[in-house]
DNA sequence: CGGCCATCTTGATGCAGATCAACGTATATC
DNA sequence: GATATACGTTGATCTGCATCAAGATGGCCG
């Protein structure tokens, strides 16, 4: 049985913790499509007919969380998808024993929560600092029936998941350790610069551990790829938390699978 | 570096093979929603409006396929999306070097083809003879902003697929090689139950090589766990292709990482 | 400034599952 | 019925990564 971080299955904090402002109203953050936030185009209402961004912007609410927050947790009744605002977070479930396997890490723009029979199937916990644009499922439901454009854009974001997860079952089930690292860095690092985030150096949020839990390798081995990359030249490691992309296309290859090493 | 199957790269049949029947409007197959398959329940189009259905009827397309055959390849224009009506497929992605990573296995009722930016992630391939419902993705967007179930219905589908996914790299990053064996027969078993097919003896109808690239193991590994779990009195394996579940409870404690073993 | 704690890195060792190698078993072909 | 071919099973050995163990590094707070 892989290590993984076993969580002790203690109880991290409740899904309404204090930390969570509850749905303020007035557009305290800054410019943006409907007011609320300043995504600008990475916005999930950016584009819209006013009207729907005015119902949109009337069913909203805005939410911040502090770094191991938990917004909600597995078997939860699902109520709400989100859209994030600022800061990253992950989304994890848990086995019995504590394995914990991350399936996926969430930043500027990026949307989570759809659920399947009104149940959340995992856990979403706040890394940073967080602030998110909450949006009730049955408001979106509604919303949705006579603004296809609505329905058009959140088929689009489970699509891009949905291609996202067959990459990411690819590397869980077919790469070593070094590819599934570099195909990690190399993911992050396009994810950052799509939402126009600087990709080198780029920032890693979440520890050794939690990319280790996402990627099914061990902290230790993460830590031995990481070493490698630099030692080849590859990557530099100003401080644990931000790398630098030497040579994206020798990274690539590693990624690809393609390397001759 | 693990071995997976690693297919050869050869060509494989071309998607537009000879033996795949080039959508036939008569209704030939039998009674159904739309009158263009059996499925009832677990049509596509099952219980929308006599309109919806009608117009679905009219841009569908029914393909059959043999063993082998190719429905569509990665990188392909993607177009459509496929309806089972009979028989058994799986979708996969491939490593240049070879390594196979296959992403789902589908059925009677299920979906798939939902594609990013018009081209598939990923190829299909006919397990045994099969039957599709070829739906044009432009005509199901046109005709799903006039009629919010069809959307509805496709969001559903994705939903589950979604749920799946996460459930699926749970098992790749975290499960032991007998853990993997038996969520995936259980959740073999669970498919077929909830499409009214016989669960036990549940058939089998991919090849050993064909579930160790489900699963991120190796065809001897698989082998093994089954052989184990026959000796165990946990199930029974008749011929190669159909399993006996003997123990359910004991079968996913397993699977769940609970059993004492 | 110094001690503490969490996180990351590095080294030594062990093992689950991959790899290599036969050997059954079943269906197809002539 | 003999032969061929694909697929599944079983055994022996090897290895990549997990595990165990111990430093290094850095932020935080008294």
Same mark, same amino acid.
């Given at each position: 049985? =892989?290590?993984?971080? +076993?969580?002790?299955?203690?109880?991290?904090?409740?899904?309404?913790?204090?930390?969570?402002?509850?749905?303020?109203?007035?557009?305290? @953050?800054?410019?943006?499509?409907?007011?609320?936030?300043?995504?600008?185009?990475?916005?999930?209402?950016?584009?819209?007919?006013?009207?729907? +961004?005015?119902?949109?912007?009337?069913?909203?609410?805005?939410?911040?969380?502090? =770094?191991?927050?938990?917004?909600?947790?597995?078997?939860? *009744?699902?109520?709400? @998808? /989100?859209?994030? %605002?600022?800061?990253?977070?992950? %989304? /994890?479930?848990?086995?019995?024993?504590?394995?914990?396997?991350?399936?996926?890490?969430?930043?500027?723009?990026?949307?989570?929560?759809?659920?399947?029979?009104?149940? /959340?199937? /995992?856990?979403?916990?706040?890394?940073?600092?967080?602030? %998110?644009?909450?949006? *009730?499922?049955? !408001?979106?439901?509604?919303? $949705?029936?006579?603004?296809?454009?609505?329905?058009?854009?959140?088929?689009?974001?489970?699509? $891009?998941?949905?291609?996202?997860?067959?990459?990411?079952? #690819?590397?869980?089930?077919?790469?070593?350790?070094?590819?599934?690292? $570099?195909?990690?860095l190399l993911?992050?690092a396009?994810?950052? !610069?799509?939402?126009?985030? =600087?990709w080198s150096p780029l920032? #890693?949020?979440?520890?050794?551990?939690?990319?280790?839990?996402?990627?099914?390798?061990?902290?230790?081995? %993460?830590?031995?790829?990481?070493?490698?990359f630099?030692?080849?030249?590859l990557i530099d490691?100003?401080? =644990?938390?931000?790398v630098s992309i030497r040579q994206p296309?020798a990274l690539r290859?590693?990624?690809?699978?393609?390397?001759? +090493?």
């Open positions: 049985m =892989p290590r993984s971080s +076993v969580v002790p299955l203690r109880e991290t904090l409740p899904a309404d913790g204090a930390s969570a402002v509850a749905c303020p109203r007035p557009a305290e @953050v800054a410019r943006g499509p409907c007011g609320h936030c300043d995504l600008g185009a990475l916005a999930f209402c950016d584009g819209f007919a006013a009207r729907i +961004v005015s119902r949109l912007s009337r069913v909203q609410c805005t939410q911040r969380f502090e =770094p191991h927050d938990t917004l909600f947790r597995e078997g939860d *009744p699902g109520a709400a @998808v /989100y859209s994030v %605002v600022s800061g990253a977070l992950k %989304v /994890y479930k848990l086995m019995p024993d504590g394995r914990r396997q991350i399936t996926g890490f969430f930043f500027r723009g990026d949307m989570f929560g759809f659920c399947l029979d009104g149940t /959340y199937a /995992y856990s979403a916990e706040a890394i940073t600092p967080v602030g %998110v644009c909450r949006l *009730p499922m049955r !408001r979106l439901n509604e919303l $949705a029936e006579t603004a296809p454009e609505v329905q058009h854009r959140i088929m689009g974001r489970m699509t $891009a998941k949905l291609a996202y997860f067959h990459d990411h079952v #690819l590397l869980l089930g077919r790469k070593t350790a070094r590819e599934r690292v $570099a195909t990690f993911g992050l396009e994810r950052a !610069r799509r939402r126009g985030d =600087p920032a #890693l949020p979440m520890g050794r551990t939690d990319i280790a839990d996402h990627i099914g390798l061990t902290v230790e081995t %993460v830590s031995r790829a990481m070493t490698w630099k030692r080849q030249g490691l100003p401080n =644990p938390s931000s296309d290859a590693i990624a690809d699978g393609s390397a001759e +090493v």
